[in-house]
């Protein structure tokens, strides 16, 4: 059974950092890219960065460029991404896929990411 389970959200002020993590079972990141979403209230989900499974490369949208990374340990089976200098505007359900795109066949269940200002 394919499974992706996010952690690692919660409540920070405005300037300080989290770090998600995805762990992944039932495949191997060596079957799909791994994509970061989120999504908040009233909003669609949009793209947030994505790792490829086969050369490493990573895209970030504009809206967290120089502020996340996205990394990923393959003995863990694990992505995460590392988010500082939050902004208000970051709070939202950050969820993990096993693709880059909102087609992808695999999501976890989201985790909740607040930043008070």
């Known amino acids: 059974e394919v499974q992706l389970v996010e952690s690692g959200g919660g409540l920070v002020q405005a300037g300080g950092s989290l770090r998600l993590s995805c762990a992944a079972s039932?495949?191997?990141?060596?079957?799909?890219?791994i994509g970061w979403f989120r999504q908040a209230p009233g909003n669609e989900r949009e793209g947030v960065s994505c790792?490829?499974?086969?050369?490493?490369?990573?895209y970030y949208a504009d809206s967290v460029k120089g502020r996340f990374t996205i990394s990923g340990d393959n003995v863990k089976n694990t992505v995460y991404l590392q988010m500082n200098s939050l902004k208000p505007e970051d709070t939202a359900v950050y969820y993990c896929?096993?693709?880059?795109?909102?087609?992808?066949?695999?999501w976890g269940q989201g985790t909740q990411v607040t930043v008070s200002s």
């Open positions: 896929a096993a693709d880059c795109d909102l087609g992808a066949p695999y």
């Open positions: 039932g495949f191997t990141f060596d079957d799909y890219a």
């Open positions: 790792i490829s499974s086969s050369d490493g490369s990573t």
